[in-house]
C-alpha cells in the first residue's frame, strides 16, 4: 500500500520522533562525520525545530574545521529562501515561516552547501520536507548548491514518490556516516 504524502509525512512524523526519543546522542555522532562531507568554504545549516536532527554538534565541527557558516531565512513564504552568516551563540528571531534566522543586520551570503532537515529520504536522494516547499524553491534557485540531507539513519525509506518541483538530494549525513548519491 502507498501512502500519499500527507499520510507518509504523518507517519514520518512519527518515526521521527520515535528516533530521536531512542537516540539522544544522535546528531553528536553524525557531526563526528562532518569531514566527509564534500568541500565547501559557506555551509548554510538549520536550527532544528521539534524532532529535527539538531545540528548544534555539526556547527562546531565545520567552525572548528574553518568553514563559514550561515542560517536560511524564508522572506516570503512563496519564493526561494536567502541565507545570512551566522555563528552559534548570535542572536537570532523568527522569520516569515516561524523559523529561528539571524538578524536582519547580518550579512547576506551565498552557501556552497545546503544542509537539509527532512523527513524521509531514499537511497537515490529522494528528499521528503514538511510540505512547504522552501527548500526544494531554494535548491531550484540554486542548482550548483550541494544539497546533504541531516537525518536519522532510521528515517531512510525504501523509495520515494517523487513530483516535478522535488529535487534530488546529493547525499545524506546521518549517525551511521555520509553517503553520497552522486
Given at each position: 500500500m502507498i501512502l500519499d504524502k500527507r499520510e507518509l509525512r504523518s507517519a514520518m512524523r512519527a518515526r521521527r520522533k520515535a528516533l530521536a526519543e531512542?537516540?539522544?546522542?544522535?546528531?553528536?555522532?553524525?557531526?563526528?562525520?562532518?569531514?566527509?562531507?564534500?568541500?565547501?568554504?559557506?555551509?548554510?545549516?538549520?536550527?532544528?525545530?521539534?524532532?529535527?536532527?539538531?545540528?548544534?554538534a555539526l556547527a562546531v565541527a565545520l567552525e572548528a574545521a574553518g568553514r563559514r557558516l550561515c542560517l536560511p531565512v524564508v522572506l516570503d513564504r512563496d519564493a526561494p529562501m536567502i541565507f545570512r552568516a551566522w555563528t552559534p551563540g548570535e542572536p537570532?528571531?523568527?522569520?516569515?515561516?516561524?523559523?529561528?534566522?539571524?538578524?536582519?543586520?547580518?550579512?547576506?551570503?551565498?552557501?556552497?552547501?545546503?544542509?537539509?532537515?527532512?523527513?524521509?529520504?531514499?537511497?537515490?536522494?529522494?528528499?521528503?520536507?514538511?510540505?512547504?516547499?522552501?527548500?526544494?524553491?531554494?535548491?531550484?534557485?540554486?542548482?550548483?548548491?550541494?544539497?546533504?540531507?541531516?537525518?536519522?539513519?532510521?528515517?531512510?525509506?525504501?523509495r520515494l514518490e517523487l513530483e516535478a518541483h522535488d529535487i534530488r538530494l546529493d547525499g545524506v549525513l546521518t549517525e551511521t556516516g555520509y553517503t553520497a548519491f552522486k
Open positions: 531512542a537516540d539522544a546522542l544522535a546528531a553528536v555522532r553524525a557531526a563526528g562525520f562532518a569531514d566527509r562531507l564534500p568541500r565547501a568554504a559557506m555551509v548554510a545549516l538549520y536550527r532544528a525545530m521539534g524532532t529535527e536532527l539538531a545540528a548544534d537570532l528571531e523568527l522569520d516569515a515561516a516561524g523559523c529561528p534566522a539571524p538578524l536582519p543586520l547580518a550579512e547576506t551570503v551565498d552557501p556552497d552547501l545546503i544542509v537539509t532537515p527532512l523527513l524521509a529520504f531514499d537511497a537515490t536522494g529522494g528528499r521528503l520536507g514538511q510540505g512547504g516547499g522552501h527548500y526544494d524553491r531554494t535548491f531550484a534557485a540554486r542548482p550548483q548548491t550541494i544539497r546533504i540531507g541531516f537525518a536519522y539513519a532510521g528515517q531512510k525509506v525504501e
